[in-house]
């Protein structure tokens, strides 16, 4: 399901007008098309005088697409030019992709190239990126490597989300909507000031919830003594989060902004259909969406507890600005699955019944501290400057079980689980000037010093039943990396409607370490920093007397030591370095009033990408020996201590879940009605160009010609007080496939149709 009230669901509609001040929206003008103001510099400024690329979607376009209780930052999926977003691990573990540069891995220690911030707060960890975003009043996307200014290096760019701020008048807003599956979604967020002029609040509140509708249809006592089958057994969740601000402002020179927030999450971890996909063949239409078979996994349970705060500090001298931001972030819970999606006699490997591949990760603790300082020059003159430095500092203990998929007999370890010590570091100096060369021609330059370090313990072996301890591997690991990152940028001011621009740009991503492999007594596997350059051009205008913007950017990179994932000869998921990866596209926003009552919104990406690397293989899907997939290649046999493994080499192929194109059209007209209230008809439409889920190309693993649409009729009563509509989300109920299990021919599919109501509205 993607979102719901399309009058906030457009392009165009996410483009609507901000004030330069980062508080309050503005609507857009009845002739033509508002500005928008970003913060990609870390100052306010007009996207189209802004060198770099940047998508934007406005606070109201992301209540839209969660109004059916989506998860809000999988909604953004597609819906900004060149991002792509999923899950195979429920709502508590999003993988961002953003020009095809992510990262597949399911580990909960993983390192992903896309960089969360949260009102200017770092998410790095896995679990930490999930936070709901919610009562936001703007989304930007910023495309490409962004070390300079942001985070702590990030290859692939940075998706930013600012939330509403307290203000010194009264200001209320909420949207709330009930759907299918008694799905509910209340966004809201209340404030005013305290003490006028001194002291302002912000109280804001996510609440989302669906109940089960998954039937599970595995006949018999599972593996975990639970009785089956069961109706409506998974598919529901309920995510409470709450976030209170302090704006304390005791003169013109000094503003302090206090923020802190919990959530309460309790749902169902992905579901696999086992099965699903047959040799051959990636069609999933025979799969019933509503059904699975799971022998194992208590019915995929995940539950997770989120608490943070941050304090931002702000001074104004004169002729600079001294900053401080810091940050606190801590997070415990568990996610429980039946990974092989169906039950293990149904599938027997060498005469056995085989999948039984349960498994559960749980972080015990986990404590993110990030502190950043920055001085920046009074903007608004041909000189822009600012400089700044960043720790940051990651921990957790975390719990990792997972059944063997290969037994001997009817044996099974019950001890077969390990216990993680992880600990990442960084420091960071960074610093950019921007100068107006002559008129209309302004030059900036960025750069950034970083040290990474990491360091993966070992607190527990997944010993023998009897408890004798057979792991040979590395107990304790430690990578450091030190590194450059720099950008430069050049942007024309043709004239006030068009704007070119050129940026190329160098960043890093650090050492990573993976130390799930430990439960099944192999070692630690580790990948060193992969860097990238990165250049892209581009065009910003705004025509027919301001009803049309039209935005767009050709772009290129190579990663050289690309870190990928694949299995190793025993089937164990590793991580490795890939000799180097090359991509290049092109993506394009247009957002058109052609009449005062209808506004139009288009998105496009386009993506080549390629694995360069003559030397690398990676397993292939098998079972019983078997290959149970149609690779493009045919795979090598190695026999092996579980039987013969199959592989096969990735040169050439694509970078995986990086789709070759991806189109959004977005539609609303309003009928003005006699007593100042607007009748209103929205509609958007995604399409997904093909996609490879995994490193090798097959028949089966792949997605073509995904799409989605929602519709949205209603009323929004005079002067915008409040908004009544219907709304249907994946209106045509498409199942589409979104993840695979390789060697289980298991599928993930997408939300299910949701219909329901929705009202919103705003108080000042």
Wanted: charged residues 20%; proline residues 4%.
């Amino acid at each position: 399901m993607l979102g719901v009230a399309c009058g906030s669901v457009l392009i165009g509609s996410a483009a609507l007008a901000q004030d330069a001040a980062p508080v309050q929206e503005q609507a857009a003008p009845a002739e033509g098309l508002g500005d928008i103001v970003v913060t990609a510099e870390r100052r306010s400024e007009n996207l189209q005088k802004v060198p770099l690329s940047v998508g934007v979607a406005s606070g109201d376009a992301l209540r839209a697409y969660t109004a059916g209780g989506d998860d809000t930052l999988l909604a953004l999926s597609g819906r900004v030019p060149g991002l792509y977003v999923e899950s195979t691990t429920g709502r508590i573990f999003p993988r961002f992709y953003i020009r095809g540069l992510g990262n597949i891995d399911f580990y909960l220690g993983a390192s992903q190239p896309v960089t969360i911030i949260q009102d200017d707060v770092i998410l790095e960890h896995v679990v930490l990126k999930s936070n709901p975003v919610f009562d936001v009043r703007q989304v930007e996307v910023l495309r490409g490597p962004q070390g300079s200014l942001f985070g702590r290096n990030t290859t692939a760019g940075i998706i930013k989300f600012d939330t509403n701020k307290p203000t010194n008048d009264f200001e209320s807003r909420a949207s709330v909507s009930v759907g299918s599956y008694n799905s509910v979604s209340l966004d809201a967020g209340v404030g005013g000031p305290l003490i006028k002029d001194l002291l302002s609040i912000r109280l804001s509140t996510l609440i989302q919830h669906r109940e089960n509708y998954v039937d599970n249809a595995f006949a018999g006592v599972s593996a975990d003594n639970t009785a089956t089958p069961r109706k409506d057994a998974m598919g529901g969740f309920d995510d409470r989060n709450v976030r209170v601000q302090l704006a304390l402002t005791p003169g013109e020179r000094f503003t302090l902004d206090l923020s802190g927030h919990a959530r309460w999450y309790d749902g169902t971890s992905t579901l696999f259909h086992r099965g699903a996909l047959k040799k051959g063949s990636n069609d999933v239409s025979a799969e019933p969406r509503n059904t699975v078979s799971l022998d194992e996994g208590n019915d995929n349970p995940q539950s997770y507890n989120t608490y943070g705060g941050s304090a931002r500090a702000s001074y104004d001298f004169g002729p600079a600005t001294l900053t401080s931001i810091t940050a606190y972030e801590t997070t415990s819970g568990f996610s429980r699955g039946d990974t092989d999606g169906g039950a293990a006699a149904n599938f027997p490997v060498r005469g056995v019944a085989n999948g039984f591949g349960q498994s559960q990760g749980q972080i015990r603790d986990l404590d993110q501290w990030s502190q950043e300082l920055r001085v920046a020059g009074t903007p608004g003159g041909r000189f822009n400057w600012q400089i700044g430095g960043l720790y940051f500092d990651n921990r957790d203990i975390t719990d990792f079980y997972q059944r063997a998929f290969f037994l001997t007999g009817t044996a099974r370890n019950p001890n077969n689980w390990v216990r993680l010590h992880d600990v990442n570091t960084s420091w960071a100096g960074f610093g950019q000037v921007s100068y107006e060369l002559m008129d209309k021609l302004t030059v900036t330059l960025g750069g950034r010093i970083t040290e990474d370090k990491k360091r993966t313990e070992l607190l527990k072996t997944a010993d023998q039943a009897n408890g004798a301890v057979t792991y040979r591997g590395r107990r304790d690991v430690t990578l450091k990396s030190t590194k450059p990152s720099w950008d430069a940028s050049i942007l024309y001011q043709a004239n006030p409607d068009v704007s070119l621009y050129s940026r190329i740009a160098q960043g890093f991503r650090g050492p990573t370490i993976q130390g799930r492999s430990a439960v099944f007594n192999s070692d630690f596997s580790t990948a060193n920093s992969e860097t990238i350059l990165s250049w892209e051009t581009g065009i910003k205008t705004r025509l027919l007397d301001n009803t049309l913007s039209l935005n767009a950017t050709v772009f290129g990179y190579r990663v050289n030591d690309i870190q990928l994932n694949g299995n190793d000869l025993n089937g164990n998921g590793i991580l490795f370095n890939g000799n180097k990866a090359e991509a290049y596209g092109m993506e394009a926003e247009a957002n058109w009033k052609p009449v005062p009552n209808l506004t139009l919104g288009a998105g496009l990406s386009l993506l080549h990408s390629a694995i360069r690397d003559k030397t690398t293989e990676v397993q292939v899907c098998a079972l019983n020996n078997v290959v149970v997939c149609t690779p493009s290649r045919v795979p090598r046999a190695v026999p092996g201590a579980f039987g013969t493994t199959y592989l096969v080499k990735i040169d050439g192929e694509p970078l995986p879940n990086a789709p070759e194109y991806n189109v959004d059209l977005t539609a609303r007209y309003d009928q003005p009605l006699g007593n100042g209230g607007r009748a209103f008809i929205a509609g958007d439409f995604n399409i997904q160009g093909y996609t490879q889920f995994v490193l090798y190309k097959t028949k089966e693993f792949t997605a073509n010609g995904n799409f989605e649409g929602g519709l949205k009729i209603g009323y929004a009563a005079p002067d915008d007080a409040y908004e009544l509509a219907v709304f249907a989300r994946n209106i045509t109920g498409e199942k589409n496939l979104k993840g695979v299990i390789e060697n289980y021919m298991a599928a993930v599919f997408n939300e299910p149709r949701i219909i329901g109501v929705s009202l919103s509205g705003k108080f000042r």
